[in-house]
Structures are given as C-alpha cells and as structure tokens.
C-alpha cells in the first residue's frame, strides 16, 4: 500500500545538537507538510512544498528548516536544537486537487 | 485570521449516550471544514469532509456558516470512538489550521 513513512520514530537529543526527521512518501503525492503536535495547542504548520522547487514557511517556522530533496522526500532540520522543541513531529502528504492529507505515523522528538 | 476553536479538552461519556464535538471557526471567506480522528496508537486521518455531507462510522457533521460551526455528532457513542478529534479549516491552498483537539473518552 501507498504510504508515509518517518524516521526515526523517536529521538532524544541535546540542546544545541542539529537535528534531522526524514518523511517519504509512496503516494505519488507532490504536496508535502510538516506539523508539530503539542498537547493543547493541536497541530501546527511547520513548513509545506507544494512541488519539488517549492517551499514556504507555515505558522512557526522559526529554528526549523527544510529540504525537499524529491517529490518523495520531505526533510525538517533543526539546526540547534532547544527543550521547547520537544514535540510530536509529523509528515504530510496530499495530492493536487484533492484536500485529503495523509499522515505519517509521527515522530517523537525529546531535547534534553 | 483563521481560526479553528474547540472549546472542549476532554468529552466523557457513557457507551450508548450522544455525542456532540464542538467546532467554531473565524474565516471571511467560503470555509472547507474536515474533521481528523486519532485513534490510540495510529496515525491522524480523515474522518469526514463538509462537502461530502456523508455519514461515516455514524458520524455526522453539518456547516452552520451563520454560527460558523462545523459540530461533530453521533447519535449513540460506542468505545471504540474513543479518541482524540481535530477539527480542521481548509482556508486555500490547500493549508490546514487545525484546533486544539478534544478527546473523547467512551465508557462502558
């Protein structure tokens, strides 16, 4: 079956550390997200590309970035990472035309 | 600016009782409102669209653009939709703004 696959599924690190989650996709999708989940605050939009050369910022951009290195591959990097960005991180996909996302199954970030 | 609110962290209920998820939003224009279910231990996905006006797993949903409201509602909740329950506003673009969640806890 088409999938959204993360790794790694969990993650502790240290502040200050550079951080990379990975997000691939089998759907054949070309939109591609980034959210963090935090208990009360639901999701919230990291980055999203809508194609291979695109990228734009979503609500909390700031200390995250992101390479889109194909259509199926969707990277978010912390480049120093710090405690409060301790959070359930996830992928998406959808296609054009179509509002569905599809999620992965998350991947668990603890900064020390 | 949009927004998606859902006024309830936490909904308790007895199995066989109805179930009513609240959702507000605030946008100015035509909304698309979803409702994403996250069942223990698996991933979020798509329980139901407004446009499709469909009923799935005996969950319904109806757009009151005068109340700007989008609740979820069940008429007889069973344990297995314990859950967490995010509403979510499609502005354009295809960008979600989702709320806060509210998770639904069905007891025997």
Known sequence: ?112 | AQRVTQPEKLLSVFKGAPVELKCNYSYSGSPELFWYVQYSRQRLQLLLRHISRESIKGFTADLNKGETSFHLKKPFAQEEDSAMYYCALMPGFQKLVFGTGTRLLVSP
């Open chain 1, 1 to 112: 079956d088409a999938d959204v696959t993360q790794t790694p599924r969990n993650r502790i690190t240290k502040t200050g550390k550079r951080i990379m989650l990975e997000c691939s996709q089998t759907k054949g999708h070309d939109r591609m997200y980034w959210y963090r989940q935090d208990p009360g605050l639901g999701l919230r939009l990291i980055y999203y590309s809508f194609d291979v050369k695109d990228i734009n910022k979503g609500e909390i951009s700031d200390g995250y970035s992101v390479s889109r290195q194909a259509q199926a591959k969707f990277s978010l990097s912390l480049e120093s990472a710090i405690p409060n960005q301790t959070a359930l991180y996830f992928c998406a996909t959808s296609d054009i035309g179509r509002n569905e996302q599809f999620f992965g199954p998350g991947t668990r970030l603890t900064v020390l």
